[in-house]
């Protein structure tokens, strides 16, 4: 394939007037594949780099050992292990200048199952969603805003010089932010994969597998769905309202569209430096701010709930070692409170350099997936997982992102996600599962983690 990410065409605009979210909406909200990465913090304050692309040049998807390289009219149908055809693929093309920390590369997910093309999980279950296991977009058109200094840039690697203006008028557009109408909360009906004693029947199992010494931890989840009608960049909408968080993100991929609000990073990897961010330990928000204090202070003396988080930090030093320079490896933040609009957390940071024989693939493999929702030890967790949950997970718990031609890239855990296949809404929690835990208790977290994709979906 001609490498056309070597013709960029780009142009900055001093100050925008419209928002990421609105320029999305008149520029690639019609495509049928088209992103939208966000950062917000709580209450809704931009993180510094918004991003949204579309047309692209390669699409590139894999199911079970076959690829599909489709660009244009063209589909090459290749075989074997994707990450190997992905890593070929980012390295046929040259490094770009540097505007932002992403200005071009593939950009999607690695579904949870895709373990199984490094590792000998079982695959027992069936395939509910069908989706591929790995599906990244080379997009030909990247817009980024910088919050910071109130600018934008446009990259078009097609060399359209219309297209190039067409867009810059849509930024300097003073577009109307589209509203989500105040109405009161729809009624949705959810199906799920387990009733409550079903669901404390599987967690008494998973404690039998704790006890025997097989496993120290193991997280199970559960799915619900429902039908939905609403437009579903609304839903987005919605969402940035009920849960901003560090990982914002619409990803609208041929039949499905991917919407998501996730807290945690898997991997992130910048000029050389890994940052691996484990994040266990939950509690609900507090109706205000002095219970809000007594949670968070009573979730860090809770010693079951340390205990797992001291257990997956290390799990991640442990991974980030398989990777990195020896001594580089090191927790750089402990225990911390982080606050989102329905839970509280505690995350940890983990870091580390790259050896010069490893490149971002390498530490993805080596990262995925996170300990923080499969367990330790981490292979043996994912068979107990095969074996307890009905279906198989396909995105949830795997990894939504990009992968630039730099070598860099930043990818979020897939939860606090939701996939639309066939105007049907799939939504999984799931609970982390130690020697003490109480099975309705860990039904309810799995509960609390998907009240604000329910708020979401019902708000439109």
Do not use: W
Not at 68 to 73: I, V
Not at 137 to 142: A, V, Y
Not at 163 to 175: D, N
């Amino acid at each position: 394939m001609k490498d056309i990410f070597n013709l960029m065409i780009h142009s900055s605009i001093e100050r925008f007037n419209t928002s990421p979210v609105e320029a999305f909406a008149a520029l690639y909200e019609k495509e049928p594949y088209a992103f939208l990465y966000e950062s917000l913090e709580l209450g809704g304050t931009y993180g510094r780099y918004s991003f949204l692309g579309g047309k692209p040049e390669i699409i590139f998807k894999a199911k079970n050992g076959k690829i599909y390289l489709s660009s244009y009219d063209r589909i090459r149908i290749k075989y074997g292990n994707p990450f190997f055809h992905l890593c070929k693929l980012i390295r046929s093309h040259k490094k770009l200048r540097y505007f932002a920390p992403f200005t071009g590369g593939a950009v999607g997910y690695v579904s949870y199952d895709s373990i199984r093309y490094s590792e000998k999980i079982p695959d027992e279950n069936p395939d509910e969603l069908k989706m591929p296991d790995l599906l990244f977009i080379f997009p030909q058109e990247i817009i980024i805003f910088d919050h910071k200094y109130k600018t934008a840039r446009i990259i078009v690697y097609h060399r359209d010089k219309y297209r190039l203006k067409f867009i810059k008028e849509i930024l300097c557009s003073k577009l109307i932010d589209r509203q989500i109408s105040k109405k009161p909360p729809k009624k949705l009906n959810y199906n799920t994969n387990f009733s409550p004693r079903e669901f404390y029947d599987v967690v008494k199992r998973a404690k039998d597998y704790i006890y025997a010494g097989d496993i120290f931890q193991v997280v199970l989840s559960q799915r619900f769905k429902t039908k939905v009608d609403s437009p579903h960049f609304d839903i987005y909408r919605a969402l940035r309202i009920t849960n901003p968080s560090p990982y914002m993100y619409y990803l609208k991929l041929g039949d499905t569209t991917i919407l998501g609000s996730s807290p945690e990073t898997l991997i992130k990897l910048n000029n050389k430096t890994a940052i691996s961010r484990p994040l266990a330990g939950t509690r609900p928000r507090g109706g205000d701010n002095e219970t809000d204090k007594k949670l968070a202070h009573e979730l860090l003396k809770d010693e079951k709930e340390i205990a797992e988080h001291i257990m997956l930090v290390d799990l991640a030093r442990n991974d980030l070692g398989r990777v990195c320079q020896y001594g580089t490896v090191k927790p750089t933040v402990l225990l911390k409170i982080e606050r989102y609009s329905k839970v509280m957390h505690i995350v940890s940071n983990v870091t580390g350099r790259l050896r010069k024989d490893c490149d971002a693939i390498d530490l993805f493999i080596a990262s995925f997936p996170a300990g923080t929702v499969s367990g330790a030890p981490k292979i043996r967790a994912m068979e107990i997982i095969d074996e307890l949950e009905p279906v198989k997970r396909g995105l949830y718990a795997g990894a939504i992102g990009y992968f630039d031609f730099n070598g860099n890239m930043d990818f979020c855990i897939a939860i606090r996600t939701i996939i639309i296949k066939d105007n049907i809404a799939y939504i999984q929690g799931g609970a982390g599962i130690v020697a003490d835990s109480i099975p309705e208790k860990e039904y309810d977290e799995t509960i609390n983690k998907t009240k604000a994709l329910k708020s979401a979906l019902e708000m439109v």
